[in-house]
């Protein structure tokens, strides 16, 4: 089964994605962003949902840390918007996240179509 | 069939409980608002402090409708039918408030003109199908068909794609809203040589006539409107008016004339109806 990592500090929406994505895939939970490169290297996953609005270092500085490791470049990354900014979502993206949901907006099977259409490329890569 | 936990209910109820009672303020704030727009006072801080509540708001809101919608589904276990039925009404009550809160949040930014626009090309039919989208659990509630006349081939705007977004949802919205059970509301597109026509059309309650002038007014609501749903801002077709202006658009409705079916159009006015076509205009990206 793919590993999905989700690294999101809002406890109720962790539990809301948690249930719902470990149905098809194993998931691991990071809730803050200490240490977060030897984590991601410890639990090796196959994609990455990424909070941008993370306390301490904020999501975007999380995917530069990535970008920057040969070996984890290749994850894809899809981010949680809060506000939708579409300044804010470019940016992600022209960072290199595959996708994005808006917290506001996104619904159970919007997530689970996000995800799998990721899981579905990296298979036929 | 096992139901739901006693326990889980109350949890549930604990976290909308909060809300709501910000929802209430929020909705106090609006009449407030509504006052001071109308006696011309300002109060900023306020202002900005309601608003910022209103932006806070809007996390937990989608997180209790999630949650809400997970319940329903059952994905924490069996729900029996009237148990459903309440958390149904819930999902619904939070997405309304959802509304109310985007209104608020949009209104205040086109009042501080801090409606920022990006103007790019937009694949308008992607777009509608997007927003489309969004609508899935209520016409299947309302059991009413929400039909696009998609074109075959695709058609690029000159436009802000997150505004043009607001229109739609608040057009598709309305015409669902006022539309009773089993109706329909179509999407389609006129192109014409400089602009491009979208026409959300809907079998619903109309606009009564001696009230048709005012419809794009601000905080103004129709008579029947406020009869079947209580609950709206009356800001939506204000904002949308605004924001296809600032297009170089045009907005306004036709009147379904039913025996004839054609439609009787004016900018601010016509027939007395059951039924209405929105149409507005967008600048082709050359």
């Known amino acids: 089964m793919k590993k999905i990592l989700i690294i999101e500090n809002e406890e109720t929406l962790l539990d809301l994605l948690y249930k719902k994505i470990s149905k098809d895939y194993t998931v691991a939970i990071l809730r803050d962003s200490s240490e977060i490169m030897d984590k991601i290297k410890e639990i090796n996953p196959d994609l990455i949902i990424l909070e941008l609005n993370m306390p301490d270092k904020d999501g975007f500085e999380i995917i530069n840390d990535i970008n920057a490791e040969n070996i984890f470049k290749h994850i894809p990354i899809i981010v949680i918007s809060n506000t939708g900014q579409p300044a804010e979502i470019d940016r992600a993206i022209q960072m290199g996240a595959k996708d994005y949901f808006i917290k506001t907006q996104f619904n159970p099977s919007e997530v689970i179509t996000k995800i799998d259409k990721q899981i579905d490329n990296i298979k036929n890569n | ?286």
């Open chain 2, 1 to 286: 069939m096992v139901s739901l936990p006693v326990g889980k209910l109350v949890e549930l109820f604990l976290r909308l409980k909060s809300s709501f009672l910000i929802y209430r303020n929020l909705k106090i704030w609006l009449l407030v608002n509504k006052l001071m727009f109308f006696s011309k006072k300002e109060n900023n801080s306020k202002n900005e402090f309601i608003l910022m509540a209103a932006h806070q708001l809007r996390s937990p809101l989608s997180n209790i409708r999630w949650a809400l919608k997970l319940t329903l589904a059952g994905d924490f276990g069996a729900v029996t039918e009237e148990q459903a039925k309440m958390l149904g009404r819930a999902y619904q009550s939070a997405g309304s408030m959802s509304g109310l809160i985007d209104d608020i949040l949009n209104i205040s930014k086109l009042d501080e003109g801090k409606l920022v626009y990006n103007f790019s090309p937009v694949s308008i039919v992607d777009l509608i199908e997007k927003t489309m989208q969004l609508f899935s659990d209520e016409i299947s509630r309302k059991s009413i068909q929400l039909i696009f006349e998609k074109p075959s081939l695709s058609i690029s705007v000159k436009g802000d794609s997150e505004k043009i977004k607001i229109v739609l949802q608040n057009l598709i919205d309305n015409a669902i809203r006022y539309t009773p059970e089993g109706g329909k509301v179509t999407i389609s597109l006129k192109p014409d040589k400089m602009f491009l026509e979208v026409m959300v059309s809907d079998t619903g309650i109309g606009i009564p006539l001696n009230q048709q002038k005012k419809i794009f007014e601000r905080f103004f609501r129709a008579n029947n409107a406020i009869e079947m749903c209580p609950g709206g801002s009356g800001l939506g077709l204000f904002i949308i008016k605004n924001i296809i202006e600032k297009h170089g658009g045009r907005i306004w409705f036709s009147s379904l004339d039913e025996s004839a079916r054609n439609t009787l159009q004016s900018d601010a006015g016509g027939k007395e109806n059951k039924g209405t076509i929105f149409h507005f205009t967008l600048p082709y990206n050359k």
